[in-house]
């Protein structure tokens, strides 16, 4: 359920209707848009509060929120959400480039690439410190060391830094070295995981699952946004179907769909939405076209080399850099902005 008022209601009597929530024993989360203020109410709403609240001074309508998502939905939100993470904003105009390898092997491979990442034009360096991984003799990465070489990789180049989450325990620690937490396919629906990702204070990028609907990525997402924390990312990276050629399928209809049904930026990840090198360009250029706010794509100097087998689908810097110049010409046709010519990373703030 949500209570709308106009933009001209007193902070006042906002803080009013918020009182009356919080003492029915429900949550309020306030969201300002430019023509009207709507306060979600999160808990089981009795519809004699909704009566109480409709009478009230400020009050222009009381809506219920048929959707099992509620500070998900753009019904609550209107306005796109942006995250300013250090002067990058992800879920505006400005297109995201995410780059990297699947995994951090070592101190000089993470320092060549994260350079090569920031010479091309990419803002967030990304690499996993901890992999899940489908057999458990596999490269299952390095650890918090991977943290702290990511860190110092990012910071020397200026780059933000994203790696992924696993288990509620190493939320904490990825959160001091990380500045954006990512949540992976198999975890989408880690509930435990969620909540806590709900209290770290960090961005998140929600992976959707590889079998999940909209609805349960939507879902997923409101565990971390009912725990307090606005700053999520829903992320498409293919689904399974019957097509054996690619190794997922790349859902590009999820982008605009879960735009007009949510408010939080979409991030498309085409080098596991596909599995396969060559299609990476041409998935990734489809993705800006669909909408997308940004993208995420795996990059490696050697990537037939690769630790965690995953070269097939990584890309070479200069196939990552030709890319990210292909989408400087191609993000204004379809109002987005991306320049590859960044700032030095001297400038970058840390």
Do not use: W
């Not at 500070?71 to 609550?76: N, P, Q, T």
């Not at 939100?77 to 904003?89: A, C, L, S």
């Not at 803002?123 to 918090?144: D, E, I, M």
């Not at 859902?251 to 085409?270: G, N």
């Amino acid at each position: 359920m949500i209570v709308i008022t106009s933009n001209t209601t007193p902070e006042e009597q906002i803080q009013d209707i918020v009182r009356v929530i919080e003492k029915n024993g429900l949550q309020a989360s306030i969201s300002r848009g430019s023509d009207r203020t709507v306060i979600g109410l999160v808990g089981k709403v009795d519809p004699t509060i909704a009566e109480h609240l409709r009478q009230m001074k400020g009050v222009e309508n009381v809506v219920k929120i048929t959707k099992s998502y509620k500070l998900a939905s753009r019904d609550f939100h209107p306005e796109n959400t942006v995250i300013d993470i250090k002067g990058v904003k992800i879920g505006g105009e400005e297109l995201v480039v995410m780059g990297g390898p699947c995994a951090v092997e070592s101190p000089a491979q993470i320092d060549e690439i994260a350079a090569l990442v920031k010479a091309a034009g990419g803002q967030v360096l990304r690499g996993g410190a901890f992999k899940p991984r489908t057999g458990p003799y596999s490269f299952q990465g390095v650890g918090v060391e991977g943290l702290i070489m990511m860190a110092e990789a990012g910071q020397k180049h200026g780059l933000l830094t994203i790696t992924e989450v696993m288990t509620p325990e190493y939320v904490d620690i990825c959160a001091e070295y990380a500045d954006i937490l990512q949540v992976g396919t198999r975890n989408m629906q880690n509930f435990d995981l969620l909540r806590k990702l709900g209290t770290c204070g960090k961005p998140v990028l929600l992976k959707r699952g590889f079998s999940a609907t909209y609805d349960e990525l939507l879902n997923a997402a409101e565990y971390i946004l009912a725990g307090g924390n606005p700053n999520v990312m829903l992320c498409e990276r293919g689904i399974r179907t019957f097509e054996s050629y690619t190794r997922n399928t790349l859902d590009l209809s999820a982008i605009p769909v879960l735009q007009s049904l949510s408010h939080l930026p979409v991030i498309s990840d085409p080098s596991h939405g596909t599995g396969r090198r060559e299609l990476v360009e041409p998935m990734s250029k489809a993705s800006v076209a669909a909408g997308a706010n940004g993208l995420i794509i795996e990059m490696h100097t050697d990537p037939d080399n690769s630790m965690t087998g995953d070269g097939v689908q990584s890309l070479f810097p200069d196939q990552f850099a030709a890319l990210l110049k292909d989408l400087e010409k191609l993000a204004p046709i379809v109002g987005r902005t991306f320049n590859t010519e960044k700032a030095p990373a001297e400038a970058f703030v840390v």
